[in-house]
């Protein structure tokens, strides 16, 4: 199935859909490559995207991923793990993780890239919080989105908030628009924002950490 053939609305909203099994969902599971800017990203996100994306088992679906440079303490140090070179390996019961594992070997494979932006001027706000993602499939059709801070995928916490949607096929320019601006934010040609990969960015201590951050996520 391609993009396309998904019955799609032009707006999801939490009073009206479950914008995660009605959008996110049929998007993920019909698509080859999912690029995505989020303002926070936690790794029981990032485990749930990868296991609703179908196309990942078989080895040929990719994820780029571009988030604030704040973390939850627990989230970083599995963050950390999982995307070094080569990966450390978990000990004990952070194998509760067959999920974290079996991320882990996604990474191996370069299915899954992370990359990190921090503001650099002062005429903006001191964390990254743009929210576009665009989910691209083998038939050439690419479905761009704007408006949720991120996929949080609890049923008890859910943010209220809404999502605007853009087809190629019924909206080619701004969708084109969209996937150009995250290809300039993944090649480092934003202003105002600098972007690392994320273990660049871990190594010279460009990250900040809480234990408290965004818990809902």
Known sequence: MSLKEIDLKEEYRSDKDDIVSEFFFPCLSNCVRYDRCVDFL???TLIT???AFE???MGRAKIRMITGHRFRTEDLNVFSKIFSKPSKSFEGKLIKNAKIKSLQDTIK???IELKVAIPNSEEVA???SERIGIFSDMQGQSVAF???SGESFSTQTRDFESVDVFTSWNDRTRVERKMKDFENLWENKTKYVEVHDFMDAERDNL???SSEWVMHH
């Open 42 to 44: 936690s790794i029981h």
């Open 207 to 209: 990250l900040k950490y």
């Open 109 to 111: 494979m370069g299915q």
């Open 126 to 128: 001191d964390s990254f």
């Open 55 to 57: 196309n990942f088992a």
């Open 49 to 51: 995207i990868s296991m």
């Open 146 to 148: 704007t408006g949720t």
